[in-house]
């Protein structure tokens, strides 16, 4: 004959019954202190399977993300380096003109120095998302330039160029958009063409006074800033003023630096050119100047505006590239904790059953 009631005695140290019928190890309350993270993990084991091969298939997302954005990355960053230098020498040679043309009866409309009622802001982000804080960054840049500008009592328009920005600008509402732009998966002269036709137009109608570009500077693959840099007007002195002549050169400019000169802050154009020959003074131009500025500036904005789309895209791919490694490092991690808590749950059910056994028999034995 069966028992009516089974009482079964465990030691302290071994596996003692739970409320919902299962049996845990439980040692002590230090030792449960000790535990690793994958113990605290509370899941049947149906739920944890479903959960490990969940993880697993996104680790297998995030890699290949992890591993076409490093394919990417290295045509961004070669089309970034062989760019820089034709973009730098373009500017040295327009500031070298512009120069020599400060004493001359030359109209240059770009090159025009006037009170600043307004500024345009060309900001550029990225096309999508899943990489980290890039788009976060020139916004969040972007604003604070904005804010800078309203404070000093100036206008303010943005030209709005990558996904992430327009939808960024729209649902914000509260700043002049002139126009959206969205990009391709790769940077090309037509596109830039497209923003410097906007920006020319602005700025010799003379809708905007100063034109600024912001977009994110490819340092290296762990690393990239948010910068502003001065596109228009193109001045000589590197210092552009409002009408009430206070400077408002951005502090941060990557042209122009805020310095301190005989205790009060001054606006200097920091030198960034090589060292090249310089120009005569008694320099004559076969043709006419007007002729060579018309030609040349056209090519300065958009050769500007395509180099700092591709340091955009080349940031933007090496943030995502980090981005997703870490996402795949965390997925890895993941997966061990959540296989170190089904193989235990697993461990515990069995053990469970062989005690269930164990004891039926004990107690089958104890009835004869």
């Known amino acids: 004959m069966w028992s009516s009631s089974i009482s079964i005695q465990y030691p302290p140290s071994h596996f003692q019954p739970t409320p919902f019928g299962e049996l845990r190890h439980v040692s002590n309350r230090s030792s449960l202190l000790r535990f690793p993270k994958s113990s605290l993990i509370c899941c049947g084991l149906r739920?944890?399977?479903?959960?490990?091969?969940?993880?697993?298939?996104?680790?297998?997302?995030?890699?290949?993300?992890?591993?076409?954005?490093?394919?990417?990355?290295?045509?961004?960053?070669?089309?970034?380096?062989?760019?820089?230098?034709?973009?730098?020498?373009?500017?040295?040679?327009?500031?070298?003109?512009?120069?020599?043309?400060?004493?001359?009866?030359?109209d240059v409309p770009l090159a025009s120095v006037r009170p600043v009622k307004k500024v345009a802001l060309v900001v550029i982000t990225g096309e999508r998302g899943l990489c980290g804080g890039f788009?976060?960054?020139?916004?969040?840049?972007?604003?604070?330039?904005?804010?800078?500008?309203?404070?000093?009592?100036?206008?303010?328009?943005?030209?709005?160029?990558?996904?992430?920005?327009?939808?960024?600008?729209?649902?914000?509402?509260?700043?002049?958009?002139?126009?959206?732009?969205?990009?391709?998966?790769?940077?090309?002269?037509?596109?830039?063409?497209?923003?410097?036709?906007?920006?020319?137009?602005?700025?010799?109608?003379?809708?905007?006074?100063?034109?600024?570009?912001?977009?994110?500077?490819?340092?290296?693959?762990?690393?990239?800033?948010?910068?502003?840099?001065?596109?228009?007007?193109?001045?000589?002195?590197?210092?552009?003023?409002?009408?009430?002549?206070k400077c408002i050169d951005a502090s941060e400019d990557e042209f122009f630096r805020l310095t301190t000169k005989e205790g009060k802050l001054a606006v200097e154009r920091e030198t960034v050119r090589t060292k090249k020959e310089v120009f005569a003074p008694n320099m004559q131009f076969e043709q006419d100047p007007v002729q060579i500025l018309d030609a040349m500036l056209p090519l300065y904005l958009n050769c500007q505006i395509l180099r700092a789309l591709q340091e955009s895209l080349a940031s933007e791919l090496a943030a995502r590239m980090t981005a997703m490694r870490s996402a795949t490092d965390n997925a890895v991690e993941l997966t061990k904790n959540l296989s170190n808590a089904y193989n235990r749950e697993r461990q515990l059910k069995i053990t469970g059953e062989i005690l269930e056994i164990v004891a039926g028999t004990e107690a089958l034995e104890e009835s004869r």
Request: with cysteine.
């Open 135 to 245: 788009n976060a960054g020139i916004l969040r840049k972007a604003e604070t330039r904005v804010a800078e500008l309203k404070g000093l009592g100036l206008g303010c328009v943005v030209i709005s160029v990558g996904k992430k920005g327009n939808v960024y600008f729209r649902l914000k509402g509260d700043v002049e958009v002139d126009r959206f732009v969205e990009g391709g998966s790769f940077p090309t002269a037509k596109e830039a063409q497209v923003i410097a036709d906007d920006v020319f137009s602005l700025f010799v109608s003379e809708e905007v006074d100063k034109v600024e570009l912001l977009y994110t500077k490819f340092v290296s693959l762990v690393k990239s800033d948010p910068v502003i840099h001065t596109l228009l007007p193109l001045s000589a002195k590197g210092e552009v003023c409002d009408v009430n002549g």
């Open 47 to 106: 739920e944890l399977r479903h959960r490990i091969d969940s993880v697993k298939s996104t680790q297998k997302i995030t890699e290949v993300m992890k591993l076409v954005s490093a394919a990417k990355i290295r045509r961004a960053q070669e089309a970034v380096i062989s760019g820089r230098p034709f973009a730098k020498a373009l500017a040295e040679f327009l500031y070298c003109i512009n120069e020599q043309l400060q004493f001359e009866d030359v």
